[in-house]
Protein backbone atom coordinates (compact mmCIF):
# COMPACT_ATOMS: atom_id res chain seq x y z
CA UNK A 1 0.00 0.00 0.00
CA UNK A 2 1.09 3.25 -0.97
CA UNK A 3 0.92 6.10 1.06
CA UNK A 4 1.38 9.46 -0.08
CA UNK A 5 3.86 11.45 2.83
CA UNK A 6 2.31 14.42 2.97
CA UNK A 7 -1.61 14.82 3.91
CA UNK A 8 -3.79 16.68 1.58
CA UNK A 9 -4.36 20.13 3.07
CA UNK A 10 -8.33 20.62 4.46
CA UNK A 11 -8.98 22.77 1.34
CA UNK A 12 -8.84 19.75 -1.01
CA UNK A 13 -11.18 17.69 1.01
CA UNK A 14 -14.46 17.51 -0.64
CA UNK A 15 -17.34 16.60 2.23
CA UNK A 16 -20.35 14.80 0.95
CA UNK A 17 -24.15 16.09 1.74
CA UNK A 18 -25.55 12.73 2.99
CA UNK A 19 -28.96 14.04 1.72
CA UNK A 20 -27.72 15.01 -1.53
CA UNK A 21 -26.26 11.29 -1.91
CA UNK A 22 -29.39 9.18 -0.74
CA UNK A 23 -31.35 11.82 -3.36
CA UNK A 24 -29.05 10.67 -6.46
CA UNK A 25 -29.09 7.10 -5.18
CA UNK A 26 -32.92 6.63 -4.60
CA UNK A 27 -32.60 8.60 -8.88
CA UNK A 28 -30.45 5.78 -9.41
CA UNK A 29 -32.37 2.90 -8.15
CA UNK A 30 -36.06 4.87 -10.03
CA UNK A 31 -33.57 4.73 -13.57
CA UNK A 32 -32.46 1.19 -13.10
CA UNK A 33 -36.20 0.00 -11.95
CA UNK A 34 -37.38 1.55 -15.16
CA UNK A 35 -35.09 0.32 -17.52
CA UNK A 36 -35.89 -3.77 -15.68
CA UNK A 37 -38.94 -2.96 -16.55
CA UNK A 38 -38.94 -2.13 -19.99
CA UNK A 39 -37.02 -4.81 -20.79
CA UNK A 40 -39.27 -7.07 -19.10
CA UNK A 41 -42.46 -5.88 -20.78
CA UNK A 42 -40.78 -6.33 -24.53
CA UNK A 43 -40.66 -10.16 -23.99
CA UNK A 44 -44.22 -10.55 -22.28
CA UNK A 45 -46.14 -12.24 -25.33
CA UNK A 46 -49.15 -9.95 -27.02
CA UNK A 47 -52.86 -11.56 -26.26
CA UNK A 48 -54.04 -13.14 -28.49
CA UNK A 49 -57.50 -12.35 -30.03
CA UNK A 50 -60.41 -14.01 -30.86
CA UNK A 51 -59.90 -16.77 -33.20
CA UNK A 52 -60.88 -15.95 -36.81
CA UNK A 53 -63.21 -17.77 -39.26
CA UNK A 54 -64.26 -17.34 -42.94
CA UNK A 55 -67.59 -16.26 -41.39
CA UNK A 56 -66.16 -13.55 -39.01
CA UNK A 57 -63.81 -12.31 -41.90
CA UNK A 58 -66.37 -11.78 -43.85
CA UNK A 59 -68.88 -9.76 -40.94
CA UNK A 60 -65.00 -7.86 -40.37
CA UNK A 61 -64.62 -7.07 -43.94
CA UNK A 62 -68.21 -5.84 -43.97
CA UNK A 63 -67.78 -3.85 -40.83
CA UNK A 64 -64.88 -2.08 -41.86
CA UNK A 65 -66.09 -1.06 -45.17
CA UNK A 66 -69.46 0.62 -43.72
CA UNK A 67 -67.33 2.46 -41.58
CA UNK A 68 -64.85 3.78 -44.41
CA UNK A 69 -67.84 4.46 -46.31
CA UNK A 70 -69.78 6.17 -43.54
CA UNK A 71 -66.72 8.45 -43.06
CA UNK A 72 -66.08 9.39 -46.56
CA UNK A 73 -69.88 10.32 -46.99
CA UNK A 74 -68.94 12.34 -43.36
CA UNK A 75 -65.97 13.78 -45.14
CA UNK A 76 -67.71 14.77 -48.41
CA UNK A 77 -71.01 16.45 -46.76
CA UNK A 78 -69.15 18.98 -44.46
CA UNK A 79 -66.18 19.89 -47.32
CA UNK A 80 -66.36 23.36 -48.20
CA UNK A 81 -67.45 24.80 -51.16
CA UNK A 82 -64.75 25.87 -53.83
CA UNK A 83 -64.31 29.34 -54.19
CA UNK A 84 -62.76 28.93 -57.32
CA UNK A 85 -63.90 30.77 -60.91
CA UNK A 86 -65.28 27.87 -62.98
CA UNK A 87 -65.72 29.40 -65.82
CA UNK A 88 -63.63 32.38 -67.22
CA UNK A 89 -66.60 34.32 -69.55
CA UNK A 90 -63.74 35.19 -72.20
CA UNK A 91 -62.51 31.87 -72.65
CA UNK A 92 -62.81 31.76 -76.43
CA UNK A 93 -60.36 34.33 -76.87
CA UNK A 94 -57.75 32.04 -74.85
CA UNK A 95 -57.72 30.55 -78.51
CA UNK A 96 -60.42 27.99 -78.54
CA UNK A 97 -61.84 30.57 -81.60
CA UNK A 98 -60.27 32.72 -84.74
CA UNK A 99 -60.32 35.97 -82.45
CA UNK A 100 -57.30 36.21 -79.78
CA UNK A 101 -57.26 38.16 -76.33
CA UNK A 102 -54.05 39.93 -76.44
CA UNK A 103 -53.53 40.23 -72.69
CA UNK A 104 -54.89 37.08 -71.52
CA UNK A 105 -53.34 34.64 -74.08
CA UNK A 106 -50.80 32.10 -74.21
CA UNK A 107 -47.54 33.26 -76.53
CA UNK A 108 -48.61 29.51 -78.39
CA UNK A 109 -52.16 30.62 -79.41
CA UNK A 110 -50.45 32.73 -82.47
CA UNK A 111 -48.41 29.82 -83.61
CA UNK A 112 -52.47 29.71 -85.80
CA UNK A 113 -51.30 32.69 -87.62
CA UNK A 114 -48.41 32.52 -90.08
CA UNK A 115 -45.90 35.05 -89.41
CA UNK A 116 -46.57 35.71 -85.68
CA UNK A 117 -44.57 33.75 -83.86
CA UNK A 118 -42.25 33.33 -82.37
CA UNK A 119 -41.23 37.04 -83.48
CA UNK A 120 -44.11 39.57 -82.72
CA UNK A 121 -45.51 36.86 -80.32
CA UNK A 122 -43.15 37.14 -77.97
CA UNK A 123 -43.10 40.92 -78.36
CA UNK A 124 -46.78 41.21 -77.88
CA UNK A 125 -47.17 38.72 -74.81
CA UNK A 126 -44.11 40.40 -73.46
CA UNK A 127 -45.37 43.75 -73.33
CA UNK A 128 -48.80 44.00 -72.47
CA UNK A 129 -51.06 44.43 -70.65
CA UNK A 130 -52.91 46.70 -73.46
CA UNK A 131 -55.85 49.13 -73.55
CA UNK A 132 -56.73 48.95 -76.85
CA UNK A 133 -55.37 46.62 -80.32
CA UNK A 134 -53.24 49.76 -81.36
CA UNK A 135 -51.37 49.94 -78.62
CA UNK A 136 -49.43 46.58 -80.01
CA UNK A 137 -48.03 49.14 -82.49
CA UNK A 138 -46.07 50.89 -79.74
CA UNK A 139 -43.93 48.01 -78.79
CA UNK A 140 -40.39 49.17 -78.76
CA UNK A 141 -38.06 46.99 -81.08
CA UNK A 142 -40.70 46.30 -83.61
CA UNK A 143 -39.66 45.87 -86.43
CA UNK A 144 -41.79 46.90 -89.49
CA UNK A 145 -42.27 43.19 -91.09
CA UNK A 146 -43.56 42.31 -87.64
CA UNK A 147 -45.57 45.54 -88.10
CA UNK A 148 -47.01 44.60 -91.21
CA UNK A 149 -47.87 40.52 -89.08
CA UNK A 150 -49.82 42.51 -87.14
CA UNK A 151 -51.92 44.83 -89.30
CA UNK A 152 -52.43 41.51 -91.11
CA UNK A 153 -54.33 39.50 -88.30
CA UNK A 154 -55.12 43.03 -86.02
CA UNK A 155 -59.05 42.23 -87.08
CA UNK A 156 -58.63 39.28 -84.93
CA UNK A 157 -57.10 41.03 -82.08
CA UNK A 158 -59.38 41.93 -79.25
CA UNK A 159 -57.84 44.01 -75.88
CA UNK A 160 -59.93 42.58 -72.59
CA UNK A 161 -59.41 43.19 -69.24
CA UNK A 162 -56.36 41.51 -67.91
CA UNK A 163 -57.31 38.08 -65.58
CA UNK A 164 -54.53 37.29 -63.05
CA UNK A 165 -55.10 33.72 -63.72
CA UNK A 166 -54.42 33.93 -67.41
CA UNK A 167 -51.73 37.06 -67.39
CA UNK A 168 -49.25 34.64 -65.37
CA UNK A 169 -49.15 32.03 -68.14
CA UNK A 170 -48.92 34.64 -71.73
CA UNK A 171 -45.17 33.66 -72.04
CA UNK A 172 -45.06 29.72 -70.52
CA UNK A 173 -47.63 27.98 -69.69
CA UNK A 174 -45.68 24.68 -69.00
CA UNK A 175 -46.89 22.42 -71.61
CA UNK A 176 -44.32 20.93 -73.71
CA UNK A 177 -44.13 18.54 -76.98
Same mark, same amino acid.
Given at each position: ?6 ? &? ?80 ? /? &? ?13 ? /? ?19 ? /? ?31 ? &? ?17
Amino acid at each position: LFLHPRP &LPCSWTFPLDPISVTNKINKMKLLSLAACVATAAAFVPQQAGPQTTALNAEAGRREFFGKAAGAAAAAFAAAAPANAVIDYE /N &LAYLGGSSTVDINNA /NVRVYLKMPGMYPGAAGKIVS /NGPYKSVSDVYNIPGLTSAEKDVIKKYESRFVA &LKPSADYVIDRINNGLYR
